[in-house]
T-cell receptor
Framework: DSGVTQTPKHLITATGQRVTLRCSPRSGDLSVYWYQQSLDQGLQFLIQYYNGEERAKGNILERFSAQQFPDLHSELNLSSLELGDSALYFC??????????????FGEGSRLTVL | GENVEQHPSTLSVQEGDSAVIKCTYSDSASNYFPWYKQELGKRPQLIIDIRSNVGEKKDQRIAVTLNKTAKHFSLHITETQPEDSAVYFCAASLFNQGGKLIFGQGTELSVKP
C-alpha cells in the first residue's frame, strides 16, 4: 500500500459526459501528480500541483482540468469525454520535506472506460 | 521540454540471463533518473534511481548506469527470475525542484523459466 488513495477504481461512462477522479496523497506529501496510461502506452504526464498551486503542466487536454484543495487532496475533471479518453489515470504524490528523494508514490489508478 | 526515449519496447530472456534496457533523454538540465517497475494490473513502483553526480548505482541484482555526456542511462538486471517479468519505465526529472517525472514508453520484460 503506497498510502495514495484514488477513487473510483473503475468508471464506465458515455461519450460527451463529464467525470471527476479523486486522489488523496500520502500523509504529509505536498505534491500531487496526474498521469494517463492508455493501452500499450507509457505514463503520460498531465499536471502537477504543489501545496494547492499548479506547478507544471504536461500534455493535458483543454477538456481536462484539475485542482488541489487546502486539505491537499486533488481532483481531475474530464469533460466532453471521447472514446480515446479511455485509460488508466494514476495519481502520485511526493514530499519535498522528507529528504526530497524524488520518489513518486502511485495510487492504484482509476480505470475510465468511455463507451 | 524533456523527452525520454526507451528501448527495446519488449524484451524476452531466459531465466538466469541478464537484461538491459536503455533510455536517452533530451534535456541536459535533468539530474534525476529513476526506474519504475509495473507488474500487470498494479501501480508503478520505484526500484532504483540515480542522480547526475553518480555514474553507476547497484542494488543486489539491479544496477543503473548514467552517461551524462551522451545523455543516456541504462538498467541492468542480472540473474533474471520469472518474478522480474513486468513493464519497466525509465524517467527523468529535475531533482530538488519537485520536478515532474517524464517517463519513457516502457519495456515489457518477459523472463522465461
Amino acid at each position: 500500500d503506497s498510502g495514495v488513495t484514488q477513487t473510483p477504481k473503475h468508471l464506465i461512462t458515455a461519450t460527451g459526459q463529464r467525470v471527476t477522479l479523486r486522489c488523496s496523497p500520502r500523509s504529509g506529501d505536498l505534491s500531487v501528480y496526474w498521469y494517463q496510461q492508455s493501452l500499450d502506452q507509457g505514463l503520460q504526464f498531465l499536471i502537477q500541483y504543489y501545496n494547492g498551486e499548479e506547478r507544471a503542466k504536461g500534455n493535458i487536454l483543454e477538456r481536462f482540468s484539475a485542482q488541489q484543495f487546502p486539505d491537499l487532496h486533488s481532483e481531475l475533471n474530464l469533460s466532453s469525454l471521447e472514446l480515446g479518453d479511455s485509460a488508466l489515470y494514476f495519481c502520485a504524490s511526493s514530499s519535498r520535506s522528507q529528504g526530497n528523494t524524488g520518489e513518486l508514490f502511485f495510487g492504484e489508478g482509476s480505470r475510465l472506460t468511455v463507451l | 521540454g524533456e523527452n525520454v526515449e526507451q528501448h527495446p519496447s519488449t524484451l524476452s530472456v531466459q531465466e538466469g540471463d541478464s537484461a538491459v534496457i536503455k533510455c536517452t533523454y533530451s534535456d541536459s538540465a535533468s539530474n534525476y533518473f529513476p526506474w519504475y517497475k509495473q507488474e500487470l494490473g498494479k501501480r508503478p513502483q520505484l526500484i532504483i534511481d540515480i542522480r547526475s553526480n553518480v555514474g553507476e548505482k547497484k542494488d543486489q541484482r539491479i544496477a543503473v548506469t548514467l552517461n551524462k555526456t551522451a545523455k543516456h542511462f541504462s538498467l541492468h538486471i542480472t540473474e533474471t527470475q520469472p518474478e522480474d517479468s513486468a513493464v519497466y519505465f525509465c524517467a527523468a526529472s529535475l531533482f530538488n525542484q519537485g520536478g515532474k517525472l517524464i517517463f519513457g514508453q516502457g519495456t515489457e520484460l518477459s523472463v522465461k523459466p
